[in-house]
Nanobody
Framework: QVQLVESGGGLVQAGGSLRLSCAASGSINSFNEMNWYRQAAGKQRELVAT???????NYADSVKGRFTISRDNVKNTVSLQMYSLKAEDTAVYYC?????????????WGQGTQVTVSS
């Protein structure tokens, strides 16, 4: 079991930046993926960025070039640096830890942090 706690959300003007952080209660070394998801009001939760245990990163097309995910396996943290924020980035952002075992996987979620971008 691991608990994830997000921080860093808030209100920002369009074009601004925010840095989200996710602190894990234990080691994240065993998790294949550390992800940031987001869910806007009335929409499905969507994957925003992934940092794998092998060191690779992936991004949703909508945030490529604007967001950067960083994973620190020593401090057991994951961050999401967001630049050039747009109104459509407004959502609750969730940290996710995923451990895969063949076709099966285990997910752990944080409670979420609200990001609001005013236009």
């Amino acid at each position: 079991q691991v608990q994830l706690v997000e921080s860093g959300g808030g209100l920002v003007q369009a074009g601004g930046s925010l840095r989200l952080s996710c602190a894990a209660s234990g080691s994240i070394n065993s998790f294949n993926e550390m992800n940031w998801y987001r869910q806007a009001a009335g929409k499905q939760r969507e994957l925003v960025a992934t940092a794998t245990s092998s060191g690779s990163t992936n991004y949703a097309d909508s945030v490529k070039g604007r967001f950067t995910i960083s994973r620190d396996n020593v401090k057991n943290t994951v961050s999401l640096q967001m630049y050039s924020l747009k109104a459509e980035d407004t959502a609750v952002y969730y940290c996710n830890a995923r451990r895969r075992d063949g076709l099966r996987y285990s997910d752990y979620w944080g409670q979420g942090t609200q990001v609001t971008v005013s236009s």
